[in-house]
């Protein structure tokens, strides 16, 4: 008996030691090999064909776009065998510079000088819309840059780079309509005017407005778009009450809703105005809101809602704020009058004039830059915004 149990013993040992000594089975990825691979060689010098090497011997392939940016023929590995950067830092340079995307070879991120260097292009150009009118008030249209000098900073601008008649610009119109309880009387038939106002000068195919109302706080009853019908819904939403949060609401306006739009090309924006000029809510000054607006390229209209016949503290700030910015104050004596307000604000928004000038002895320090736009002839009047501030760098 013991002779058989030692037979059995020695079975069972042979029998573990071969279990043990088998190939274990790997997973299935596309690069997962049964066996160990083979050390592999040296990589081939840059533009030599690849050899033969298997499959299994090879990072997989990258399958994003960036991938094909490489030197031609790379296997996606560096000489030490980490992976290669993407090239997008290159594709951004080529699309600064205007120039193709052309593969480009990585270099080794030991030395500076062979980093991929990014080529910012900064524009020194200045783009003012302006209005002309003649000593009646009639807007003077067909005028060209010889009738115009132009000043930046009190110095004549280096060059004019651009100038035309702009009378059909897409329009980006915000429409600001005091709710607070000093205009209840008379809201009716401002939104009935502000209604007509839109419909009349939105156009479809170019065109966008949106509508704010605001009391203690600015709201908006439609955002930005061309359905005319949508823009007096948001008016007809508005509904008086509360106190008047005037320099928020023209804040908010210019840098949530007009610095944000994201047209392409050149548009003109505007703020169309309507209260009586006070405020008390406001949590930013009057000169930051001119500040914003200013930076936003915005042209700010006025319509005071101020009927009693004199010029309140109200009034003047409708003023400051359309005198800054190259707009007009308008000052209806009954309010019948508003909707004259509005249609003589559609007619300036078509008969306007754009230059693109470069300022001369520009520094990118973020600063007040004075713009001042004269007529040759003395008998007109340009209107235009009072200055920017320089971007910073």
């Excluded at 790997?26 to 081939?44: D, E, G, I």
Aim: aromatic share 8%; hydrophobic share 35%; no cysteine.
């Amino acid at each position: 008996m013991k002779d058989w149990l030692i037979v059995l013993a020695m079975a069972g040992l042979s029998w573990g030691l071969a279990a043990q000594n088998a190939p274990q089975q790997l997973p299935t990825a596309p690069s997962a090999t049964k066996f160990p691979p083979p050390q592999a060689a040296p990589p081939p010098a840059p533009g030599t064909p690849q050899s033969s090497t298997p499959a299994s011997a090879t990072a997989p392939a990258d399958p994003s776009p960036s991938a094909s940016a490489g030197t031609s023929g790379s296997s996606g590995l560096t000489p030490t065998g980490a992976p290669q950067a993407p090239a997008t830092e290159a594709a951004k340079s080529n699309a600064l510079t205007g120039s193709s995307a052309a593969p480009a070879k990585v270099e080794s991120a030991d030395n500076p000088e062979d980093q991929l260097t990014v080529i910012r292009k900064r524009v020194d150009e200045v783009n003012v819309v302006f209005t002309v009118t003649d000593k009646r008030g009639h807007f003077v249209k067909d005028l060209t840059q010889n009738d115009f000098k132009v000043y930046d900073d009190n110095k004549p601008a280096e060059n004019v780079r651009s100038f035309s008649r702009e009378t059909n610009l897409p329009l980006r119109v915000g429409l600001l309509i005091d709710a607070s309880n000093s205009v209840r009387d008379r809201f009716k038939f401002e939104q009935d005017a502000a209604i007509e106002f839109l419909s009349q000068i939105i156009q479809r195919i170019s065109d966008k407005a949106f509508v704010i109302g605001f009391d203690t706080t600015p709201e908006v009853t439609q955002d930005m778009t061309e359905d005319t019908e949508k823009l007096a819904h948001g008016v007809r939403m508005l509904r008086p009450g509360g106190g008047t949060a005037m320099y928020d609401a023209i804040y908010f306006a210019a840098r949530d809703k007009l610095m944000q739009d994201k047209a392409t090309g050149a548009t003109r924006r505007a703020i169309i105005l309507l209260s009586d000029g006070e405020d008390n809510q406001s949590r930013v000054s009057r000169e930051e809101a001119v500040e914003m607006a200013q930076r936003a390229e915005v042209i700010i209209y006025a319509i005071s809602t101020n009927t009693s016949g004199l010029k309140t503290r109200g009034d003047k700030i409708l003023e400051h704020f359309a005198d800054e910015t190259g707009g007009k104050a308008f000052f209806p004596f009954k309010i019948q009058d508003v909707a004259d307000a509005f249609s003589q604000i559609q007619d300036e928004l078509r008969s306007q004039y754009d230059v693109a000038y470069k300022p001369a002895d520009f520094l990118p320090n973020g600063k007040y830059r004075k713009i001042e736009i004269m007529a040759d002839n003395k008998k007109y009047k340009v209107r235009a915004r009072k200055g920017y501030y320089a971007p910073r760098q």
